[in-house]
């Protein structure tokens, strides 16, 4: 089981804009983030990520990534002034092209929009941005020849362009993300504050994590999940504990409400079937716990996605 792209495809993640252009006058836009996370390459030029909490504009040059966190309303701009006169929308950039000067700037962005309020403990851990430097990008890492593709591709164009282009936004995006999981789980070696992240880069409880995700319906115990980890009962759920500030149980109750939510939104199902699909066989038990993790009745969360 694929633990990272279960995570993303439970929140109902989505590709809702991706876009490149060649910016040869002075051009700013505004992305509004309250549904959406994304990421920025610089691939010609220089660019600047802006936001009302930022003391000065962050500088981004060719080669450089960033990756924005959900809710983080910022403004992506080729210098450190002009004003960005409407929100980015789907389609290409109103700027015109002028081949027979260099741009200022050549920007791809990549925009996912989640379908369901993400709960997974990731997404809390994760900066307002994820900023990889191209100096930090070793020469012979996937992130690198993903980057060094997509470059090509965008220069180069050819037959089916267009669809490599939208793969290997995919691909970077989901190297960005694993990048970070990498960097911060050995930054935050021997720590000792709690963190998801650092539950799933120890072995024991990968394997744990793993089996939890591939089938959170199933009626885990301490004692078969410590199995799974090749620890005793007592020492899973104390290492569970320290490395993830969380315990087993509740893990495993925030996956089964991230997939109940998701099939709230995405199905007709009754709240029975959708109970017994994540794993409670009584409804009643399935709205209590719903309702503790979320804060509102299964059925109050259909109406409201059905109002929104």
Partial sequence: MDVLTDILNSAGLRKSLLVSHAFHSPWAMKLPCNQSMGFHIVTYGEAYIRAPRFDAPLRLER??????????????????????????????????EDTDVPPLAVVTCGLYQFQTEPIHPLFAELPEMIVIRSNEIPAHSPLNVAQQLLSAELAQGGEGSEAVVKALLDVMFHYILRNWLEREGVNREGAGEGRWSRAL????????????????????????LAERAGLSRAAFAQRFKKLASDTPGHYLARLRIQRAMDLLRATDDNLDAIAERVGYGDPFVFSKAFKRIQGVSPREFKKQLLAA
């Avoid at 983080?72 to 109103?94: K, N, Y």
């Avoid at 072995?203 to 319906?217: F, G, K, V």
């Fill in 63 to 96: 080669g450089d990534v960033v990756l924005i966190r959900r809710g983080f309303d910022h403004v992506v701009s080729t210098d450190r002034v002009t004003e960005a006169p409407t929100a980015l929308r789907a389609g290409p950039f109103p700027v015109p």
């Fill in 201 to 224: 880069r120890d072995p024991h409880l990968h394997r744990a994590i793993e089996a939890m995700h591939a089938h959170p319906e199933r009626d885990w115990n301490l004692e078969e």
